[in-house]
C-alpha cells in the first residue's frame, strides 16, 4: 500500500493428481482483474440469463422472437449498484481476505503436492525392492540348485571322499 514494492509473486506447486503436480507462478499484486476472470467465470451482465453455459447456448443458436419481446421488458443484471460502506472501505476489506486465501490455498496445494510426491516415491521404492527380491530369490535358487547338482554329480560319479 505504501508503494515499496512493485510486484509480489508466489512460486508453488499446484496439485492436479497423484502423479502430476504443476509448478505454478501467480501474481498476487498488482492485483490483475483481467487475469482472475477467466473464460469460464466471465459472465454477460446485459443479460438475465444466469449462467454462462445458457448465454453461449443463446448466442449459438439465436433467440426466439418472443424471448426478445420479453427480454426488452426486464432490466438488465448490471444496474447501477450502491456499494455501502464506500467502495474503498469494502475493497480495504476485502483484498487483505482475498490475498491471504491465495496464500493459504497455495500452502494447501504445496503440502498436497508433496504428500503425493512421497507417496509415489515410497510405492517406486517398494516396486524396487520387490523387484529386487524376485532377483534375488532367483538367484538364490539357482545357486542351491548349482550346488545340489554339484553334489550330486560327486556322488554319482564316485568321487565322494570318505
Given at each position: 500500500m505504501e508503494g515499496e514494492v512493485d510486484k509480489v509473486e508466489l512460486i508453488y506447486h499446484h496439485f492436479k493428481s497423484?502423479?502430476?503436480?504443476?509448478?505454478?507462478?501467480?501474481?498476487?499484486?498488482?492485483?490483475?482483474?483481467?487475469?482472475?476472470?477467466?473464460?469460464?467465470?466471465?459472465?454477460?451482465?446485459?443479460?438475465?440469463?444466469?449462467?454462462?453455459?445458457?448465454?453461449?447456448?443463446?448466442?449459438?443458436h439465436g433467440q426466439q422472437s418472443e424471448e426478445k419481446k420479453n427480454l426488452q421488458d426486464l432490466r438488465p443484471l448490471n444496474d447501477n449498484f450502491i456499494v455501502e460502506p464506500s467502495l474503498k472501505k469494502v475493497l480495504t476489506s476485502l483484498i487483505p481476505r482475498q490475498l491471504h486465501l491465495m496464500v493459504y490455498t497455495a500452502l494447501l496445494d504445496s503440502n498436497a503436492s508433496e504428500h503425493a510426491a512421497r507417496m509415489v516415491a515410497m510405492q517406486t521404492a517398494t516396486d524396487n525392492a520387490d523387484e529386487l527380491l524376485r532377483n534375488l530369490k532367483l538367484q538364490y535358487n539357482k545357486s542351491r540348485q548349482a550346488a545340489i547338482t554339484s553334489e550330486l554329480l560327486d556322488i554319482v560319479g564316485g568321487t565322494v571322499n570318505n
Open positions: 497423484a502423479g502430476s503436480q504443476i509448478l505454478t507462478r501467480k501474481t498476487l499484486l498488482p492485483i490483475d482483474l483481467e487475469a482472475e476472470l477467466t473464460e469460464n467465470k466471465e459472465r454477460e451482465l446485459t443479460s438475465i440469463v444466469a449462467t454462462k453455459k445458457s448465454q453461449d447456448y443463446l448466442k449459438k
